[in-house]
């Protein structure tokens, strides 16, 4: 991190603990709560999968069979592709906010800010548009990888779940998660390999895709929203002078201070006597003195009266 970027995070005002803490599980309960209270819709909920998978031929998208296909053809690769769908979500996202929170303060609070805004537009969509994911809709023809292979974070019949709705679906929390935790990576740190830090939302779309979690259409809407948070909330001042953007593809502070030389006194300045030296084929002023012709001034010369010493005679 250059210089500029480190001053304000330094003296930044770390928000106290206690607070974060109760803040960040109260959100967490509150969606748990929102996502239980949209339970029930069953046929709402199938009956908007049969419009989106519809919808997404329709436009052409690619088909996610395509990307299970990839992940059936090993059993390691799809037991893999199961576990890093459970297991990643929650605690990359909670890896994050602690870094932020212990190293970044203004990017914690950013970030915070951010996560809680995506996420309470997605309770919204939950409740308003209840959606089954591809595995549960015939149409598709696609594998419960999680029932088939393991492990799964789902029952096996929606209607029993009672830790998560599974009519959830729309939009991938798991992509915009992902998607943010990228992004306040790279906003946050200064090394040359944070970019890499792309490929973690990039793996986490081929696994809820693979696992016929989500539809593409799912992961487009979480981007979109994830935008327009971002849009809204900015930056803090102190960190982002020039916009975001501006923050992601920074412009590199220059190496050394432009060395500005003194004068030397081998160089005269305009103003110095120097400047204004003869010039070695002009006449000096001795010899313009001796050229001159003389000028006779006339005078009256009075002879001064003699005096005789005394006793003198006369």
Do not use: C
């Not at 919808?55 to 998208?61: K, Q, T």
């Not at 029993?160 to 679906?169: C, H």
């Not at 729309?170 to 390999?193: C, E, K, N, Q």
Request: hydrophobic share 50%.
């Amino acid at each position: 991190m250059n210089g500029n970027m480190r001053e304000p995070e330094q003296h930044a005002v770390r928000p106290p603990l206690i607070r974060e803490l109760l803040l960040v599980v109260g959100l967490f309960l509150v969606y748990k709560l929102g996502r239980q209270l949209a339970n029930g819709h069953t046929a709402e909920a199938f009956h908007n999968a049969d419009h989106v998978w519809s919808f997404e031929r329709g436009v052409h998208l690619p088909g996610e069979g395509a990307v299970q296909d990839v992940l059936l053809s090993s059993d390691t690769l799809v037991h893999a592709a199961n576990i890093y769908y459970a297991s990643v979500h929650f605690p990359a996202t909670i890896a994050l906010l602690v870094f932020l929170y212990l190293r970044r303060p203004r990017h914690y609070l950013w970030t915070r800010r951010v996560l809680a805004a995506l996420t309470a537009a997605a309770l919204v969509l939950h409740l308003t548009f209840p959606l089954a994911p591809p595995r549960l809709l015939a149409a598709t023809h696609l594998v419960d990888t999680a029932q088939v292979y393991g492990p799964s974070v789902y029952a096996a019949k929606p209607a029993t779940d009672t830790m998560a709705n599974q009519f959830a679906a729309m939009p991938s929390l798991h992509f915009g998660w992902a998607l943010m935790v990228a992004i306040g990576l790279v906003a946050a740190t200064r090394s040359r390999w944070r970019w890499l830090w792309l490929l973690h939302p990039l793996f986490t779309l081929a696994v809820i895709v693979g696992t016929a979690n989500h539809y593409w259409l799912d992961t487009i809407v979480a981007t979109l929203l994830l935008g327009a948070a971002l849009a809204v909330i900015r930056l803090p001042h102190a960190i982002d002078t020039t916009g975001f953007w501006r923050h992601l593809f920074p412009v590199p502070a220059p190496t050394s201070t432009p060395h500005i030389a003194e004068p030397s006194a081998a160089t005269p300045t305009p103003w110095a006597p120097a400047a204004f030296r003869t010039p070695p084929d002009a006449l000096t002023a001795a010899d313009v003195l001796a050229a001159a012709t003389p000028t006779h001034i006339p005078a009256e010369l009075i002879a001064a009266p003699h005096t005789h010493p005394a006793g003198a005679a006369r």
